[in-house]
C-alpha cells in the first residue's frame, strides 16, 4: 500500500495518511509533523521541510512532488511512471490483487445472525448477515485466519414461549402462517401439555428447515460452526464458569436469586446469573451465564486472538454486561460488537410493515423472492451498520443501471466485451484474452509510457486504492466502503472509455497498453465483487 510506503519513508509508522478532497493537495497528505512537532517542541514548518528533504535524497520514484504547506502538512503527488507501473502488478497479481498481510494470522472469529430459532429470518438478519459475511471475507484478506460462527438459542425463555405458542395456550406469544403449521405437525406432542419439549422440538425443526436453508441456499453463506446454546448448558461449560465467579467472590445471593457483581466491571447495575424460583417455575440460569460460558469458550479453549459479535440494534445495553464478564473471568484477547441499526423496507416511499403469508414482519425469505441475491446483498451492504436503512424495494426491483449493483455488473460485463472483442481483432498476438495476461499483451517498460491521458491516470488512481480499502475495513468494519468503492471505480472506467478509444488498429501499441489497463480494472472490480459475494456476470 502507498500508505504503508509514505509511512516508511517518513519513518512514522503509526502517521496518518489521508487522501485530500481537494487535488491540489496531491494524492496523499500527512499532519503527522504537526503532532511530532508539538511532542519535541519544534518548529513544524521546518520538521517538515527537513523530513521532506530526506525523503527527496532516498531518490525515490513514487512521487512527482513532495510539498510543505502552512502549518505543517505534507502533501505527496505520485508519479506518472508508478501509476503505469501499478498495472503491471495487478496484472501479475490477478484474483490475489488487493490481498495484504495486516492480519499476520491471528485467530479471529466472526459470529452473525444468530437469529433466535423461533421463527423465520427477519430484514434485519439479512442486513447483519451480509455484514458479517462480507466482514469475515475482507478480514481474510486481509490476512487473518478467520471462521465464521453462528450461535443458535435453543435453550431458555424464548424456546419455552414458542412451546406455549406452537401449542397455542394462553401464553402464546408467536403468531404467524409457520405457527399453524407447526402446531399441525407436532399435534402428537400436544397432549403432553410440556411447553419446554414442545419448544426444543419445534426450535430443532425451525432452524433446520427454516433458518439453515435460508441461510446456505439463499444468502449463500457458509458457517464454519454451530453452537447450541442447549448442548453448552448440558456439557456443564456454564456450571465451571459459575463456579469460577463464585470462587472470585463476584456472586451474591439476593431474593433468592444469584447475581454478578458485574459494577465492579465498568457495568451500570449487577447482574442476574440464575433467577429465583416462584411462581411454581424452578430457577434458572439467565441468558448472561451462557454467554459467559460460550465466550470463556472463544477466548480460553478456542484461542481466538479477537471475537466479533454482529448484534441487532435491540441489544445494545447487554455490551456493558458481557465486557464486565470478561474482565471478571480474565479472559484474554478482543471482544468487538458491531450493533446492526433497523431497517425499513419501503414501497412508493411508505413503508412496508405486515407480511402477507405470515401476519409479521416481511420476512427475507419474501424479500428473496422479489429480487435476486445480488441486488440484496449489495443494497443492504451499502449503509454503515450504525445508521437506520430505507431499503427502497422500487429501486432493488429496477432491472436497469439505475439500480447500482446493475451498474456496476454492466461494467464488468462491457470490459469482458471489450477483451472478447480485442482477441477476434488479434489483439493480444497470441489470442489470450485471460491467463497469463502480462505475457499475452507483451507490455514492455515503454508501452506504459503511452497510458498518459487524465482518464487512463485516473482510472489507474482508482485501480491502486482497493489494498487500502481492504485495510481500512479490515480496521474499523465499515464494509459500505465496497459498494461504494465498485461505483467509484465504475465511473472511473466510464469516463476512460469516453474519453480513450480501446481498439485502435492504426496504434497497435497504444491498443495493448489500454487493453492492459482494460484488464487491471476487470480483475479490480472481480475481486471487489467476490468480497462482497456477489456475482460478476461476462454477459448481460
Same mark, same amino acid.
Given at each position: ?286 441468558? %448472561? ?48 460488537? @458491531? ?41 443492504? %451492504? ?50 489470450? @484474452? ?90 479490480? %472490480? ?15
Amino acid at each position: 500500500m502507498i500508505r504503508s510506503q509514505i509511512q516508511k519513508l517518513l519513518n512514522l509508522p503509526d502517521a496518518a495518511i489521508d487522501r485530500p478532497e481537494n487535488p491540489g493537495f496531491g494524492d496523499y497528505s500527512t499532519n503527522a509533523v504537526l503532532k511530532l512537532a508539538k511532542k519535541e517542541g519544534k518548529n513544524p514548518m521546518i520538521l517538515a521541510q527537513a523530513l521532506v528533504q530526506k525523503i527527496l535524497v532516498s531518490d525515490t520514484h513514487i512521487f512527482s512532488k513532495i510539498e510543505v504547506a502552512s502549518p505543517g502538512f505534507i502533501n505527496f503527488t505520485l508519479s506518472n511512471e508508478f501509476f503505469r507501473q501499478q498495472v503491471a502488478e495487478i496484472l501479475k497479481a490477478k484474483e490475489n490483487y488487493g490481498a495484504i498481510n495486516i492480519g499476520e494470522n491471528k485467530k479471529v472469529q466472526v459470529e452473525f445472525i444468530s437469529a433466535n430459532p423461533t421463527g423465520p429470518l427477519t430484514l434485519g438478519n439479512g442486513r447483519g448477515g451480509f455484514f458479517g459475511d462480507v466482514l469475515a471475507n475482507v478480514l481474510a484478506r486481509a490476512g487473518f485466519d478467520v471462521k465464521r460462527e453462528y450461535f443458535v438459542n435453543d435453550a431458555g425463555y424464548q424456546v419455552e414461549v414458542l412451546g406455549h405458542s406452537v401449542l397455542k395456550d394462553e401464553q402464546a406469544q408467536y403468531k404467524g402462517e409457520y405457527i399453524d403449521k407447526l402446531n399441525k405437525k407436532f399435534i402428537c406432542w400436544l397432549c403432553s401439555k410440556d411447553p419446554k419439549k414442545v419448544g426444543q422440538k419445534a426450535a430443532k425443526y425451525i432452524l433446520a428447515k427454516m433458518l439453515q436453508p435460508t441461510i446456505k441456499d439463499r444468502m449463500k453463506i457458509k458457517f464454519d460452526e454451530w453452537v447450541s446454546e442447549n448442548s453448552l448448558r448440558l456439557s456443564g461449560e456454564t456450571d465451571e464458569v459459575l463456579q469460577m465467579l463464585k470462587a472470585k467472590n463476584l456472586t451474591y445471593e439476593q431474593d433468592g436469586a444469584v447475581w454478578f457483581k458485574s459494577t465492579q466491571f465498568g457495568d451500570d447495575k449487577d447482574r442476574v446469573l440464575i433467577t429465583s424460583a416462584k411462581d411454581g417455575k424452578s430457577a434458572a440460569a439467565t441468558y %448472561l451465564l451462557p454467554d459467559a460460558a460460550y465466550h470463556y469458550k472463544k477466548f480460553v479453549k478456542d484461542k481466538f486472538d479477537k471475537v466479533i459479535n454482529v448484534w441487532g440494534a435491540d441489544h445494545h445495553g447487554y455490551i456493558l454486561r458481557l465486557q464486565a464478564v470478561k474482565k471478571a473471568l480474565d479472559m484474554p484477547g478482543e471482544l468487538e460488537v @458491531v450493533i446492526m441499526q433497523l431497517v425499513r423496507l419501503m414501497v412508493k416511499g411508505q413503508e412496508v410493515k405486515m407480511s402477507k403469508r405470515l401476519g409479521t414482519y416481511i420476512t427475507l425469505d419474501e424479500l428473496l423472492e422479489e429480487i435476486p441475491l445480488d441486488v440484496a446483498r449489495f443494497f443492504f %451492504l451499502m449503509r454503515a451498520p450504525n445508521t437506520h436503512m430505507d431499503f427502497d424495494l422500487d429501486l432493488a426491483k429496477e432491472q436497469s443501471q439505475k439500480n447500482p449493483v446493475y451498474y456496476v455488473q454492466y461494467a464488468y460485463a462491457r470490459i469482458c466485451s471489450i477483451l472478447r472483442k480485442a482477441s477476434e481483432s488479434g489483439f493480444p498476438p497470441s489470442g489470450g @484474452v485471460r491467463g497469463d495476461v502480462v505475457s499475452d499483451y507483451k507490455l514492455q517498460a515503454n508501452s506504459y509510457q503511452l497510458l498518459s491521458h487524465p482518464s487512463e491516470l485516473a482510472l489507474i488512481k482508482q485501480l491502486i486504492r482497493l489494498p487500502e480499502i481492504i485495510a481500512d475495513t479490515a480496521t474499523d468494519y465499515g464494509v459500505h466502503r465496497l459498494p461504494q468503492y465498485s461505483m467509484d471505480l465504475v465511473r472511473s472506467f466510464h469516463k476512460f472509455y469516453e474519453d480513450c478509444k480501446v481498439i485502435d488498429e492504426t496504434n497497435k501499441d497504444l491498443t495493448v497498453a489500454r487493453l492492459a489497463l482494460c484488464e487491471a480494472t476487470r480483475i479490480t %472490480l472481480k475481486n471487489t465483487l467476490d468480497l462482497m459475494g456477489i456475482s460478476a456476470p461476462e454477459k448481460m
